[in-house]
């Protein structure tokens, strides 16, 4: 396999399962809305507020291919193009769990709020939590993209 190739499929991997995160977070959290607002309709904005969050991760997939686009070019060596493949799987599956952990609070949230009961804010907190790792995710790709050296370049 040559490393133009195995560098694409990281990419591919990586930005196919934040997007994927996103898709899955957001449909929890929306199915929770959906069902919240039977109860309590006039709570639409806060629903849609905490439905959308999970659906952040799909942006650090993008972020992640931004940061390593400039590597995918005929000269990329070996060894970069596995760190990227190994980059790919760590931000893609991070962003997965991240995001569907994080529609988990969300939905919570929101099926307190359809009760009645205003939690907003600390839903939005608790939620927090979860991102953190995905964002942590997109921050070792940064921080590798600096160890890989100029693309093309051993």
């Given at each position: 396999?040559?490393?133009?190739?195995v560098a694409?499929?990281?990419?591919?991997?990586?930005?196919?399962?934040?997007?994927?995160?996103?898709?899955?977070?957001?449909?929890?959290?929306?199915?929770?809305?959906?069902?919240?607002?039977?109860?309590?309709?006039?709570?639409?904005?806060?629903?849609?507020?905490?439905?959308?969050?999970?659906?952040?991760?799909?942006?650090?997939?993008?972020?992640?291919?931004?940061?390593?686009?400039?590597?995918?070019?005929?000269?990329?060596?070996?060894?970069?193009?596995?760190?990227?493949?190994?980059?790919?799987?760590?931000?893609?599956?991070?962003?997965?769990?991240?995001?569907?952990?994080?529609?988990?609070?969300c939905a919570?949230?929101?099926?307190?709020?359809?009760?009645?009961?205003?939690?907003?804010?600390?839903?939005?907190?608790?939620?927090?939590?979860?991102?953190?790792?995905?964002?942590?995710?997109?921050?070792?790709?940064?921080?590798?993209?600096?160890?890989?050296?100029?693309?093309?370049?051993?």
């Amino acid at each position: 396999m040559n490393p133009i190739t195995v560098a694409t499929v990281g990419i591919g991997i990586m930005a196919g399962l934040s997007f994927l995160a996103s898709s899955i977070g957001t449909s929890i959290a929306g199915m929770a809305a959906v069902g919240a607002m039977k109860k309590n309709k006039g709570a639409f904005g806060n629903y849609m507020v905490l439905a959308a969050l999970p659906g952040s991760q799909g942006l650090y997939g993008l972020v992640g291919y931004i940061l390593l686009q400039g590597y995918l070019i005929p000269q990329v060596t070996m060894f970069q193009a596995w760190m990227i493949f190994a980059l790919g799987i760590i931000l893609g599956v991070t962003s997965l769990f991240s995001s569907v952990m994080q529609a988990k609070v969300c939905a919570n949230g929101i099926a307190a709020i359809g009760n009645g009961h205003n939690v907003l804010g600390n839903t939005l907190i608790l939620a927090a939590f979860p991102e953190l790792y995905a964002i942590l995710g997109v921050a070792m790709v940064f921080m590798f993209k600096g160890l890989m050296g100029v693309p093309g370049v051993a």
